[in-house]
């Protein structure tokens, strides 16, 4: 089973707050990159590999915000917008466990992800996670 973190943190360029998403202690945008440079190269364009932002900590209470694929974005453009470049994982739930698999870039259709999960959370701790994430946003907000 894999272990699933959130740290909230400002954004490099700015003050406004990102949620990074840490799967078994390593950043997902920097495994993220990985996968894709190699995709990001043969495009001509190794410079879009890994190119996110966590997502602002609002969007963790609104989760799971389809987009009509069946997957999710954990991941925004590194300019804040989730729409601009986003990260999608399909979200699967049982009893005991939450599952990440199915990853995918809607801009690039073709690259792939073989290589990135299914990541494996146990469910108490995810949700406990988020919850904490997303109440803090709430608490700010108010």
């Known amino acids: 089973m894999n272990t699933f973190a959130l740290r909230v943190q400002p954004r490099p360029d700015d003050d406004i707050p990102e949620v990074r998403v840490l799967i078994d202690g390593r950043d997902l945008v920097d495994l993220v990159r990985q996968v894709e440079a190699p995709w990001a190269a043969a495009d001509g364009a190794p410079q879009l590999a890994g190119r996110y ?8 209470r609104e989760l799971p915000e389809r987009d009509g694929c069946g997957r999710v974005a954990v991941l925004a453009c590194e ?15 049982s009893v005991s466990t939450v599952t990440w698999s199915g990853f995918a870039q809607p801009h690039r259709p073709a690259w792939r992800y073989d290589g990135l999960g299914p990541f494996v959370f146990d469910r108490a701790a995810y949700e406990r996670a988020v919850h904490a994430v997303a109440a803090a946003s709430h608490a700010r907000d108010a």
Do not use: D, F, K, Y
């Open 79 to 93: 300019c804040g917008e989730v729409g601009c470049w986003p990260l999608h994982v399909r979200i699967t739930v």
């Open 53 to 60: 932002s966590g997502l602002w900590p609002g969007a963790w």
